[in-house]
């Protein structure tokens, strides 16, 4: 009984002290972030990879934080690298869309392609503006700006993809949050 007894010890100890070397995912967030601010962008983004890794949410709440936070931890990093279209595909891995992430998105355009490029050519761009749909089933708006680069490329809402017709989904564009704010150059 004594032996089962101080297995059972030895047992517990080996767990309790396991549990204080995990590090949680937001740990390891923190920990990138601050590898950011000290310019290790390589290590800042090994930790990301890490904590996404960790496997510390249960619920969708810190699953979508996490999501959230390492993705715009990877925006500014692309950024500061001077990687666009990694910054950009960074901001599209958040599961949700949002008026911060179009607006982060427009930046790495206006810097990459010039802002009055941008203004100048958009509406020339209008009737060529394509939806494209991924494997995960999200949706994207295609604005081809008339140069040989890749056309900007923004998630829009499950709304342009009940449209039909290329004349709708213009009007629907020429409301749209982003297509005031790609005129305005804000």
């Given at each position: 009984m004594k032996k089962y007894f101080e297995c059972f010890i030895i047992i517990m100890l080996c767990l309790s002290v396991q549990s204080l070397y995990a590090q949680s995912s937001f740990r390891l967030l923190k920990k990138s972030e601050n590898l950011f601010n000290k310019g290790k962008y390589d290590k800042a983004l090994k930790k990301i990879v890490r904590a996404e890794n960790a496997d510390y949410c249960s619920c969708g709440n810190c699953?979508?934080?996490l999501n959230w936070q390492a993705n715009l931890l990877r925006y500014k990093i692309y950024n500061k690298l001077g990687k666009h279209s990694e910054s950009?595909?960074?901001?599209?891995?958040?599961?949700?869309?949002?008026?911060?992430?179009d607006s982060l998105k427009f930046i790495t355009y206006q810097i990459e392609y010039g802002k009055a490029f941008i203004s100048e050519n958009i509406d020339l761009s209008l009737s060529k503006i394509k939806i494209i749909y991924n494997k995960k089933k999200e949706c994207y708006i295609d604005i081809p700006l008339g140069r040989e680069e890749k056309p900007m490329r923004f998630k829009v809402g499950y709304?342009?993809?009940i449209v039909e017709h290329n004349e709708e989904k213009i009007k629907l564009f020429l409301k749209s949050s982003i297509y005031k704010m790609i005129k305005n150059n804000q």
């Open positions: 699953d979508i934080e950009r595909q960074a901001l599209d891995s958040i599961y949700f869309i949002s008026n911060k992430t709304e342009y993809s």
